[in-house]
């Protein structure tokens, strides 16, 4: 994933912290267990300095913690099996680690 930034959003950035939380959410887009954490960096790094009460980043570090949850944890589809059916395999890797 490119570490570009929008250059609007960047100036707005630079421009007495006029970060929004459409901005924050513009970065939240879809994302998916694999651009987590990169996700979460560049959310941090948007509302770095702003004050704790900002709406920005309220919304913010809402959406870090749960990037945070979806990088490590990833996430889980579907419902358990019938009863009797083998189960699919783990999203965590653990069925990967049997060789």
Request: proline share 7%; no cysteine; aromatic share 4%.
């Amino acid at each position: 994933m490119s570490q570009a930034e929008d250059p609007a959003r960047v100036a707005r950035k630079q421009s007495a912290h006029q970060v929004t939380v459409e901005d924050v959410r513009q970065l939240m887009g879809a994302s998916t267990p694999h651009f987590a954490l990169q996700l979460r960096e560049r959310i941090a790094n948007l509302i770095a300095g702003l004050p704790a009460d900002h709406p920005a980043r309220v919304e913010g570090e809402r959406e870090i913690a749960r990037l945070e949850r979806l990088g490590f944890t990833g996430e889980v589809r579907g419902q358990p099996g019938e009863q009797g059916e083998r189960p699919l395999p783990s999203l965590d890797g653990s069925a990967f680690e049997r060789g």
